[in-house]
């Protein structure tokens, strides 16, 4: 396991104080793996199906443990990386969004739907965003570039 995959998951010997550090630690690991995932997007007409999978079961536990943690915080209005736009208008509709998902063997599948049209265009706009800043890196959390 790497040094990244060991920090992420058991904290480098350290408790994580609050869950927006562990939460963007874990994306940041993700980001480092970017080329070990492959994702899948796909439109719906109320929303968005995802399915993001890695041959690397250690990355496959990070993108559970990812989008797991993501969802609840949709659910408990408990925002993260808000100078992001399409980060803040999920976060201010997440009362219109529904989202459930299922562990699959690499990773997992998700579907958010929204019975807003304006919430299901940000769904569309958030996750096709969040799939080019995968591919390039993680350079745009630190508002550099």
């Known amino acids: 396991m790497s040094s990244t995959l060991r920090r992420v998951v058991d904290g480098g010997g350290m408790m994580m104080q609050h869950a927006q550090q562990a939460d963007m630690g874990l994306v940041h690991a993700l980001f480092d793996h970017r080329e070990e995932i ?16 890695s041959s690397n079961p250690a990355v496959s536990e990070m993108l559970q443990s990812h989008v797991e943690s993501m969802i609840a915080r949709v ?30 063997t690499k990773g997992i599948r ?3 739907t929204s019975t807003d049209g304006r919430t299901t265009r940000s769904l569309h706009v958030t ?3 969040c799939g080019r800043r995968a591919r ?6 630190s508002g550099v570039g």
């Not at 492959?38 to 999978?53: A, H, Q, S």
């Not at 659910?75 to 808000?82: L, T, W």
């Open 136 to 141: 390039r890196g993680a350079w745009w959390l």
């Open 75 to 104: 659910k408990e209005a408990r925002p993260i990386h808000q100078r992001d736009l399409l980060f803040r208008e999920i976060f201010r509709n997440a009362s219109r969004i529904s989202a459930q998902y299922e562990r699959t």
């Open 110 to 112: 998700v579907i958010e």
């Open 127 to 129: 996750h096709r965003m």
């Open 38 to 53: 492959t994702r899948t997007i796909t439109l719906r007409p109320d929303g968005v199906e995802t399915l993001t999978e």
